[in-house]
């Protein structure tokens, strides 16, 4: 099976319920596997398919959902899932009061500064390399 991305949740692990390639999503024809499903908390995406999953939205926090393949992540494949908000902002204090908001701040703040410098920036060798010449694209590494 040729793959076009390896699905990754933070936080859960889910059940697979469909994985097929080749094919368009069909919500009203759907066969889900329920009977023991594989459980995991990567699962490859089929090239031109679809895969279903399930979990338990059980997990207080903001979760990150997003494709291995660092140059899909890079390019938006990425989503983040606020999970039970309630709980989750009893678990954060306020900025001022938290030295972990503080240093996921800091970890921000130096991802703009990186990404405010085009020389970062990927250039394909078939165009030009300096800054807002040419089309320019993410890095292939995410670092996601």
């Known amino acids: 099976m040729l793959t076009y991305g390896q699905i990754h949740l933070h936080g859960h692990d889910f ?14 024809q759907l066969h889900l596997k329920t009977d023991n499903p594989p459980r995991r908390d990567v699962v490859l995406l089929p090239s ?10 059980d997990n207080p926090g903001s979760w990150l959902a997003h494709c291995h393949i660092a140059n899909h992540a ?3 494949l990425a989503l983040q899932i606020l999970e039970r908000q309630k709980d989750a902002a009893g678990i954060w204090p306020s900025l001022a009061k938290s030295d972990a908001l503080k240093n996921a701040q800091r970890g921000c703040d ?4 990186w ?3 085009c020389s970062n920036w ?5 165009r030009p390399s300096s800054c807002g010449m040419g ?9 996601i």
Not at 15 to 28: E, H, R, S, Y
Not at 110 to 113: A, C, D, F, P
Request: charged share 20%; hydrophobic share 35%.
């Open 48 to 57: 031109d398919g679809y895969a279903v999953i399930a979990f338990k939205t």
């Open 110 to 113: 130096n991802w703009n500064e």
């Open 122 to 126: 990927w250039h394909p060798k078939d």
């Open 15 to 28: 059940a697979i319920l469909a994985q097929v390639g080749n094919a368009t999503f069909p919500p009203d």
């Open 135 to 143: 089309e320019l694209e993410f890095s292939p590494d995410s670092g």
């Open 74 to 76: 890079s390019r938006g």
């Open 115 to 117: 990404w405010g410098n």
